[in-house]
């Protein structure tokens, strides 16, 4: 079974632009959530989405946003880049979203901004 | 606001040694609490999975427990080889945050031969 699919793994951008990010989550997988990684704050929520609809909204400004289609795949926007948006982008998923199931991880999207 | 901690924030240990990795949370109120393993460049592997209503959970030569009154795990590895050379992550799922993991910083771990 194929694992959580990432795409781009690599992203160089500059400060303003705005960018996409793709997730497709494990086959069979409905729930697909986002975290962002930092060297110094570590790994922090973004948000999760299951059925299409946004579940669960972590701490970060409006700027990020993200949708679910009706085939689970996920996608991820950032507009008007900041230095500060540098960091690995990271895909999560996971059978039903239930409370009490391993989430999977993908390999992420290291986004660099200049 | 739930914290997660995980000390040391470093380890190096010699090819054979057994070994205790920490993680403390401050909020007892936890669905659940899952291990990752990160390698460098990569995403999150998971390893174990402990309910909140489990005390511990083996797999292989990893063994995770968990202690909710006291807000604390501990990932034991037997007999460590170069190849657990990575950073192990501890994350919970509260009551309050719902489907979110909120994540220690790790501990990375390296293991000569």
């Known amino acids: 079974k194929a694992g959580v699919t990432q795409t781009p793994r690599y992203l160089i951008k500059t400060r303003g632009q705005q960018v996409t990010l793709s997730c497709s989550p494990i086959?069979?997988?409905?729930?697909v959530s986002w975290y962002q990684q930092t060297p110094g704050q570590g790994l922090q929520f973004l948000f999760e989405?299951?059925?299409?609809?946004?579940?669960n909204k972590g701490n970060f400004p409006g700027r990020f946003s993200g949708r679910q289609f009706s085939n689970s795949r996920s996608e991820m926007n950032v507009s008007t880049l900041e230095l500060g948006d540098s960091a690995l982008y990271l895909c999560?998923?996971?059978?039903?979203?239930?409370?009490?199931?391993?989430?999977?991880f993908g390999d992420g999207t290291r986004l660099s901004i200049l | 606001k739930q914290e997660v901690t995980q000390i040391p924030a470093a380890l190096s240990v010699p090819e054979g040694e057994n070994l205790v990795l920490n993680c403390s949370f401050t909020?007892?109120?936890?669905?659940?609490l899952q291990w990752f393993r990160q390698d460098p460049g990569k995403g999150l592997t998971s390893l174990l999975l402990?309910?909140?209503?489990?005390r511990e959970q083996t797999s292989g030569r990893l063994n995770a427990s968990l202690d909710k009154s006291s807000g604390r795990s501990t990932l034991y590895i037997a007999a460590s080889q170069p190849g657990d050379s990575a950073t192990y992550l501890c994350?919970?799922?509260?009551?309050?945050?719902?489907?979110?993991?909120?994540f220690g910083k790790g501990t990375t771990l390296s293991v000569s031969s």
């Open positions: 402990i309910q909140s209503s489990q």
């Open positions: 994350a919970v799922i509260t009551y309050q945050a719902g489907t979110a993991l909120i």
């Open positions: 999560a998923s996971s059978l039903e979203g239930s409370l009490n199931q391993p989430q999977h």
């Open positions: 086959s069979g997988h409905r729930s």
């Open positions: 909020d007892s109120a936890i669905y659940n």
């Open positions: 989405y299951f059925s299409e609809t946004q579940r």
